[in-house]
């Protein structure tokens, strides 16, 4: 029988999990950085610390629930960081500067490259005071991380990017179910499975509470099915991702390149009329 992992979640605002393009991807953050270790069939759930739940509560999103599941994704595969950087099915996760939200929140980052970690710069997880560094003041040979991670400047300098590369596994699900700020509680009995605050817990088929568990994830999947059921929970706390200001940055996008494209065959015909008339 399956284990389930869980752990609390201070922050939830589309990068991890990220639960866009058809899968949910779990590349940073706990399960990541502490090495969790998970097989295929196993499920990580995510639910809210104390913190995330006192700010969304003061913001006025479902203040009447004690605390949320975020989510709960069944384990398909494990990859490294550079195996899910260059696998084609996970291209649409890459971090886009001067994309919609969901793409400023794309995960999949990190690379391997002339035997050196490099990743797609300006992304959720890469401190500010790097952002105006140039490439080869920042990335650094592969055989460096232990070292840099003993190191306090280095720590300083890299912040969590060093964490994330020191897990290099990314989990992938095809079936999970995301709530993000939908509004799904989860029962304060269950809190016995979870960790205290840090960290994660395993809830294992002997543990007092695993047939409640199981039987709460197996009622939210056939009450809802598999999939993205609300957005990121911090949408509501930071009044972010907003699909419509999106959507009309794309038509105004849409319109210019039409514009660009019309004007540049206006140019083309004005050319080849010179041309026979010459």
């Known amino acids: 029988m399956e284990r389930y992992l869980i752990y609390r979640m201070t922050y939830d605002g589309g990068f991890t999990p990220n639960p866009f393009w058809g899968y949910l991807t779990v590349a940073a953050c706990t399960p990541n950085h502490r090495r969790a270790n998970l097989h295929p069939g196993e499920w990580i759930i995510g639910i809210e610390s104390k913190e995330l739940a006192k700010k969304r509560i003061a913001k006025g999103c479902n203040p009447d629930i004690e605390q949320l599941l975020i989510y709960a994704a069944k384990i398909d595969e494990c990859l490294s960081l550079d195996q899910y950087f260059r696998d084609p099915r996970f291209q649409a996760k890459k971090f886009k500067k001067d994309g919609n939200w969901k793409e400023q929140n794309g995960d999949n980052n990190y690379y391997k490259e002339n035997n050196k970690w490099k990743w797609i710069r300006g992304h959720e997880h890469e401190p500010r005071r790097l952002r105006d560094l140039p490439d080869e003041d920042v990335f ?13 400047e280095k720590i300083k300098k890299y912040g969590v990017i060093l964490q994330d590369l020191k897990g290099d596994r990314v989990f992938i699900s095809k079936k999970f179910l995301y ?3 939908k509004g799904v509680k989860f029962p304060q009995e269950l809190l ?20 409640e568990l199981k039987e709460f994830i197996d009622d939210r999947i056939k009450k809802y099915g598999y999939g993205v059921h609300g957005k990121p929970i911090n949408c509501c706390i930071d009044n972010g991702c907003n699909d419509e200001i999106d959507e009309k940055k794309s038509s105004c996008k849409s319109e210019l390149s039409n514009k660009i494209s019309k004007n540049a065959n206006n140019e083309m015909k004005e050319k080849r009329f ?3 008339g010459s």
């Open 274 to 276: 010179s041309c026979r």
């Open 140 to 152: 650094f040979d592969e055989d460096k991380l232990y070292e840099y991670l003993k190191d306090e």
């Open 192 to 211: 016995e499975c979870a960790p205290k605050s840090r960290g994660f817990k395993y809830c294992r088929p002997n543990d007092k509470r695993y047939k």
């Open 179 to 181: 709530f993000g700020n």
